[in-house]
């Protein structure tokens, strides 16, 4: 399996529409924190839909250049149809980019190493194809018990087919920090320093939400087989999870927490 992440179109369009509800504001943080500046030449990694290509598209102009890169050619039909800046957007997997060497300034990583088939391997072909003493940025999501919503929506799902198990904890692997910060060290990057990047979300009709999300993500055909009752349950299950986090407009205030690695190439 060359990806942990792969969706068909339908599921990308979702992806889009409500994953990106969470996933925007960590994709601007990340962005922001780049150091990215006019006439820079930037990779979006594992860019999906590109939500860290539009934030950082912005900063390179004028005179730079924007490129995504994602192995899911239904994420790349609904970037290329959805954002209307200057964007490349290239079908490649994470070990093999179809860039020549010292070709980025930055190359960006937003939630793709923990799914990527052999990480360390990724981080190798990033410093490939890095300038020298070029930056390297990438989250993945906090060690469990750090995101309450994905935490529980994950152990919700492994509950409901067991076989899915090694499949959710992927998303979120144990000691996460440790697991960033050792890889880059292993891949030969240099500067390796890992921090803590948070932001809340607020949604207000949780559990059609909660649903729509869900079938926009690799594990969406296990609910997808789910009758009407049997998806009203999970909702239900899911929002008594998540009642700590409740506001008293009856919506939830949901905080998501992701480990940020920043590293050089060596120059």
């Not at 994709?27 to 950082?56: K, N, P, Q, Y």
């Not at 906090?142 to 309450?148: E, K, L, V």
Request: aromatic share 8%; net charge negative.
């Amino acid at each position: 399996m060359p990806s942990g992440f792969q969706l068909a179109q339908h599921q990308a369009i979702g992806y889009e529409t409500f994953t990106r509800v969470f996933m925007e504001g960590s994709a601007r943080l990340l962005a922001e924190g780049a150091m990215i500046r006019s006439g820079d030449v930037v990779l979006d990694l594992a860019c999906g839909t590109g939500l860290v290509a539009r934030h950082a598209a912005a900063l390179v102009s004028p005179g730079g250049r924007m490129v995504g890169a994602d192995i899911n050619p239904s994420m790349l039909e609904i970037a290329r149809g959805c954002i209307d800046v200057d964007v490349q957007w290239v079908e490649s997997s994470s070990d093999a980019l179809p860039f020549d060497a010292n070709t980025f300034t930055h190359v960006i990583c937003q939630q793709g190493f923990q799914f990527f088939p052999d990480p360390v391997a990724a981080m190798r072909e990033t410093r490939r194809v890095l300038r020298p003493a070029g930056i390297f940025i990438a989250t993945v999501w906090a060690t469990p018990g750090q995101n309450p919503y994905i935490d529980n929506q994950l152990d919700l799902l492994a509950e409901l087919e067991p076989s899915l198990a090694s499949s959710v904890q992927r998303a979120t692997p144990a000691n996460a920090d440790d697991f960033l910060g050792l890889s880059a060290q292993s891949a030969g990057f240099l500067d390796v320093e890992v921090t803590m990047l948070e932001h809340e979300v607020d949604i207000a009709d949780f559990e059609p939400w909660f649903l729509a999300q869900t079938e926009g993500t690799p594990w969406g055909p296990t609910l997808a087989a789910l009758n009407a009752a049997e998806r009203k349950q999970l909702a239900s299950a899911m929002t008594t999870r998540i009642e700590p986090y409740g506001t008293s407009n009856g919506g939830y205030r949901l905080p998501f927490r992701s480990y940020r690695i920043h590293a050089r190439s060596p120059a």
